[in-house]
């Protein structure tokens, strides 16, 4: 879904990007987590019905519309989103400094979350929100919380290959017997954080190296829709993708045209990535209790079904919420990849370009 960027002038900061509620808590979320609805304002004697805030979003347009929309008929409260490339947002949020109008940012990957972060440009979550969802899915400082996750997955052709040929490990695919059968699409934030951890895993120069073997054996796709597309009517056998490219390929061209499927790197490989999703509200934003509140509802179960339902195919984090249009639950491939080991992303960058991938 979402590319990363890059322009010369503004490098730097997008190389960065791709980088309590206690009081005003809305009914239902303290406890079960289960309704937010407007009698919140109660508790705020009605400050926030009648207000609106702006989200910069990185994530699936239609989902959060639908979660918009439905956030502003149980609070009143009513969320512009402006949706684009999470690493784009990231560094106009840079840009405009404290006279930004964004109030929450809601982003793919934590690799953006985290540069706004390490600037001290969020806010402090409440713990009501952030007790919503595993503690492991959210911010170590606490300054975003995890909202959805998904898991990397390689997508191969079932007319050329077989589920036992699915390779083991990603660093698999950079040696010869894959050459002229891949594709990969380096331009989108989700392969970015694949890259961290080969970098964490093997050292800069490993992953140099497995870059280098992976561009030999590729052909280059500019987004990850057209690298499933490839795949399934074979122009490519396989490639790296998040899983719900290809739930959406199939829905979209019906199950009878669909020739592909997924395959999943083993338990502990780097490719073996789940990772979240997340939403912070900006430290200088003017409406910090609205804002917390579009969080506070982003973490509840009826924005949770919202997510399991919709057609981002995504894994909602609440518990007792199950995405039952993924085949695969979320436990299988392991833990969600802490944010801390993903970082900024700014090293796994600059290695794309210079091994020209990006």
Known sequence: MSRV????????????????????????????????????????????RGQTITVYSGQHEQTVSALAKDFQARTGVKANVRSGDEAE???????????????????????????????????????????????????AKSDWVGVSAREAAFVYNTGKLKAPQVPAGVKDLAGPAWKGKLGIAPSETDFTPIVTRMIKTGGEVGAKSWLEGLKANSKVYGSNEDLVAAVNRGEVEGGVIDHYYWYRLR???????????????????????????????????????AAQAFLAYLTSKPAQQIIATSESYEYPLAAGVKNTKVSRALTASGPVAPAGDLGDGKDALQLLQSVGLL
Not at 102 to 117: C, G, H, I, Q, S
């Open 251 to 289: 829905d979209e061209q019906g199950a009878a045209h669909i020739q592909s499927a997924l395959g999943y790197f083993k338990q502990g490989d780097p490719g073996a990535l789940v990772d979240v999703s997340g939403a912070a509200v900006l430290s200088h934003g003017k409406h910090q209790a």
């Open 5 to 48: 960027v890059l322009w010369s002038a503004r490098r730097s900061a997008v190389l960065a990007a791709a980088v309590s509620l206690s009081s005003l808590v809305l009914a239902g979320c303290s406890g079960s987590n289960d309704s937010p609805n407007a009698s919140s304002d109660k508790a705020s004697g009605g400050s926030l």
């Open 89 to 139: 947002l990231a560094n106009q949020i840079l840009t405009e400094g404290p006279a930004s109008p964004a109030d929450v940012f809601f982003a793919e990957n934590p690799p953006a979350l985290t540069t706004l972060e390490s600037r001290g440009l969020l806010a402090k979550v409440n713990a009501s929100t952030l007790a919503a969802v595993p503690s492991a899915d959210n911010s």
